[in-house]
């Protein structure tokens, strides 16, 4: 099965920072991958699919590349409603699998 | 507006078997453009994908789960069901059912997502 692993597990920003985070998959995935936001006691949400588009209704300053092996999330001006954890997600195959989650909280 | 909404028991004795249903309103669980699944998360910890159905009844399962986990799906009721057999205190978290919408290039995504219901498994 295909692994993910994401960097850092935790981080620590001001609002207004640029935030990055890092996924990355034990095999070539192509664009298969998804990322989520998730508050504590709240579902997850979806952010980003195919690695870049950005789903109806979330925010521009998020935003989402790579391929392969290796993406990013981006948050390009961090508010203080995007204090929570993200989670990327393949869905190259029909066993998906989610990378253990970037809690990003506040400085 | 499409929502989910899990339910069944919040508590569940070892060695016995987890049974949660996921119904649906605002669309049709027999769209043929969407897979439905169940993903769960320990307190504390990460998501972790459990299995989808298609509502021909086809079933993907995770492989670590396989052999205690049935997916089936009633779509008279609009509704999806989990049963995890043989469960023990591992088997304690948050349960949440979710759309997977599939799109050119079957590429995949869950959205949305049911509010979750916490099982625990105690005696």
């Known amino acids: 099965d295909i692994q993910m692993t994401q960097s850092p597990s935790s981080l620590s920003a001001s609002v207004g920072d640029r935030v990055t985070i890092t996924c990355r998959a034990s095999q070539s995935i192509s664009s298969y991958l998804n990322w989520y936001q998730q508050k504590p006691g709240k579902a997850p949400k979806l952010l980003i699919y195919a690695a870049s588009s950005l789903q109806s209704g979330v925010p521009s300053r998020f935003s989402g590349s790579g391929s392969g092996t290796d993406f990013t999330l981006t948050i390009s001006s961090l508010q203080p409603e995007d204090f929570a954890t993200y989670y990327c997600?393949?869905?190259?195959?029909?066993?998906?699998?989610f990378g253990p989650g970037t809690n990003v909280d506040i400085k | 507006q499409l929502q989910l909404q899990e339910s069944g028991p919040g508590l569940v004795k070892p060695s016995e078997t987890l049974s949660l249903t996921c119904t649906v309103s605002g669309g049709s669980i027999s769209s043929s453009s969407y897979y439905w699944g169940w993903i769960r998360q320990p307190p504390g910890k990460g998501l972790e994908w459990i299995g989808t159905i298609y509502y021909s009844g086809s079933t993907y399962y995770n492989p670590s789960l396989k052999s205690r986990v049935t997916i089936s799906v009633d779509t008279s009721k609009n509704q999806f069901s989990l049963r995890l057999s043989s469960v023990t205190a591992a088997d304690t978290a948050v349960y949440y059912c979710?759309?997977?919408?599939?799109?050119?290039?079957?590429?995949?995504?869950?959205?949305?997502w049911g509010q979750g219901i916490l099982v625990t498994v105690s005696s």
């Open positions: 997600q393949q869905s190259y195959n029909t066993q998906f699998t």
């Open positions: 979710g759309r997977l919408g599939i799109s050119a290039y079957y590429y995949k995504w869950f959205d949305p």
